[in-house]
């Protein structure tokens, strides 16, 4: 059977409004790309999930809390890629928004639910915590670049028909 | 089954982040605890001063798939409270906007969330191209997304966080040779989506839940944006109203905030939608899917699922009409007149109502915003639906895997959204 690459999409904190237009952009690709990538890990699709050896990891989402950081570090070890995917991802706006918060009543007030559900003091961006080695921006994100990337990487790791 | 702790930690396909634990002691249900997992982005309180034109593209961004449905729902309060009233014409690309969302959404959760299901596969990934049931589906699966997809597109500019919808009006107008074009791409997708309702209604599972209460906001035309709240009981009231009648309860292992409608559990989307107003859609889809109409008013949750299918060819059937009678004429948005006041949004988002309360000054900054969205109603819903499969079916439950699936398709009838439903502070209503 021949090589194809092997990608996982995962979500953190975001509206996921790219992971629905990936399942858009599905519509016209997934004929063409159904020999040539393998779907190891995307929640919204399937349930078996693999963060092993992955060619290509995409990010969509800011990061919230130490669970999600070390997750993110994980998949970092996992992978040879790693793409930022979407503004919150790529900048950590708007998912980082409470970061922005200077009023001292309004910042008690999240306060309880912040320590309760151990949120991280600060939102942070992706190549905050890990390496990145592209990013999809936009709100969502654009579709043209996120194909460029999946074209690249079919053609740097050797996958027949990129 | 005996003793079990099982832990579902991340439920796969639906809208974001959930997980289910239950506890089984000497035969019995012990305990049972459904939790919406997204952190918070506190968005209630991050308009807060924000300005009314950036508003409805800001709470958009709640919710990627949901996104249309926040961003009518936000222009509708902030007119509501300007005390403005959109042109004909912006009504109508309105509507449009809006099916196109309700094609979007119900197709991404039929075909890649539930008809997995129904093939006892893992994933439409995992559709056998050489099935030639498989492989219609498959095909049925994209070329419906995609012409619901092309409707957002063609009105809204965009089908997530559509860019031209504004308040006052729309700030770029659709081609009417697109929009034609859209129409012939509707009318291609009926019987694919006639197909799809067969298979629901054929396949689907049955879980009858008991005193549950249906709400969902109908018009005449079952147009998802207007009309008045009907419940089950009979009793209709305001839009204006709907906000007195909510309770919020506080989960205390659950990110989101659960919602009781007049004291009771209750339950908001497609299904009670179908239950309190099936006679009001669209007349070719009463007459194509009449015999499955007869199903409704339902008990039966996984119906929700099959009254999705329905609503898709209303919004089909809805949007061809619209198009046929609408001729584009050049109009700018309108830009109102600023003044203090409060404004509620409520319009039907695929999954249920969504009900939006917005305070404004006299500059047309955002004072206070109140958001409920449907799966912060339809929570409670959730975890007492997965109790009673499991109090009913406890005797004849053998293995883990077997309750978690059976647990992923209850969770995935409700089609809830994660996103949603975790992002606003808790508030009271008095």
Redesign the interface.
């Known amino acids: 059977m021949a090589r194809k690459l092997k990608i996982g999409w995962f979500s953190f904190s975001c509206s996921e409004d790219s992971t629905i237009i990936f399942t858009e952009i599905l519509n016209d690709y997934y004929r063409q790309w159904k020999n040539l990538i393998d779907f190891k890990s995307i929640l919204v699709m399937q349930r078996k999930s693999s963060i092993e050896d992955l060619d290509v990891a995409f990010i969509e989402g800011a990061i919230t809390s130490d669970s999600q950081e070390e997750k993110l570090k994980k998949i970092r070890k996992n992978t040879k890629k790693l793409v930022a995917v979407g503004s919150c991802a790529v900048i950590g706006m708007p998912s980082s928004q409470r970061n922005q918060f200077v009023d001292e009543n309004l910042n008690k007030e999240i306060a309880e639910i912040l320590i309760r559900f151990q949120y991280k003091e600060k939102v942070l961006k992706v190549s905050d915590i890990v390496k990145v080695d592209d990013n999809v921006p936009g709100c969502p994100m654009n579709e043209a670049v996120f194909l460029q990337v999946i074209n690249k990487y079919l053609k740097e790791f050797g996958i027949s028909h990129a | 089954m005996h003793d079990l702790d099982l832990n579902l930690a991340?439920i796969?396909?639906?809208?974001?982040?959930a997980s289910c634990s239950i506890k089984i002691r000497n035969g019995k249900v012990d305990d049972v605890k459904f939790s919406i997992a997204?952190?918070?982005?506190?968005?209630t309180?991050?308009i807060q001063g924000k300005d009314i034109l950036a508003l409805p593209q800001?709470t958009a961004?709640?919710?990627?798939?949901c996104?249309n449905a926040h961003l009518l729902c936000a222009i509708k309060a902030v007119e509501n409270a300007l005390q403005f009233t959109p042109s004909p014409q912006t009504v109508v690309l309105r509507k449009l906007l809006n099916y196109g969302l309700i094609i979007?959404d119900h197709a991404?959760h039929l075909y890649?969330f539930v008809l997995?299901d129904l093939f006892k596969k893992?994933?439409?990934?995992?559709f056998d191209e050489n099935d030639p049931i498989e492989h219609k589906f498959l095909d049925s699966a994209?070329?419906v997304?995609?012409a619901g997809?092309l409707l957002g597109i063609t009105v809204g500019g965009?089908?997530?966080?559509a860019p031209y919808a504004a308040v006052g009006g729309f700030t770029r107008l659709p081609d009417q040779k697109q929009l034609l074009e859209v129409r012939n791409k509707l009318l291609n997708i009926r019987n694919d989506v006639l197909e799809l309702i067969e298979l629901l209604n054929l396949r689907d599972s049955k879980l009858i839940r008991k005193d549950l209460l249906y709400a969902a906001l109908i018009d005449d035309e079952f147009s998802f944006l207007n009309g008045r709240i009907l419940e089950t009981s009979g009793k209709r009231i305001n839009e204006e109203e709907f906000g007195n009648f909510l309770e919020s309860l506080i989960i205390p292992y659950s990110?989101a905030t659960g919602y009781k409608y007049r004291g009771k559990i209750y339950m908001v989307g497609a299904l009670a939608r179908l239950n309190l107003g099936k006679d009001k859609l669209h007349v070719k889809t009463k007459q194509s899917a009449g015999k499955f109409l007869s199903v409704f008013p339902s008990d039966n949750i996984y119906h929700n699922n099959l009254a999705q299918a329905i609503e898709i060819l209303h919004a089909v059937d809805s949007s061809v009409d619209l198009i046929d009678n609408l001729k584009i004429s050049p109009e700018r948005p309108i830009l109102p007149q600023r003044r203090e006041g409060a404004g509620v949004g409520v319009i039907e988002a695929p999954r249920g109502t969504l009900y939006y309360r917005l305070e404004v000054d006299n500059l047309g900054k955002i004072k206070k915003g109140k958001i409920v969205v449907p799966t912060g109603q339809n929570q409670i819903g959730i975890e007492v639906s997965i109790r009673q499969y499991l109090e009913e079916n406890i005797n004849n439950l053998q293995k883990k895997e077997e309750i978690e699936n059976i647990v992923?398709t209850i969770v995935r009838s409700y089609d809830p959204c994660m996103?949603c439903a975790s992002h606003f502070?808790k508030f009271k209503y008095l």
């Open positions: 991340d796969s396909k639906i809208e974001g982040k997204e952190y918070k982005r506190f968005y309180k991050a800001l961004r709640i919710c990627g798939t996104s979007r991404l890649v997995p893992d994933s439409i990934l995992d994209f070329k997304k995609a997809n965009r089908s997530v966080h990110q992923e996103s502070l």
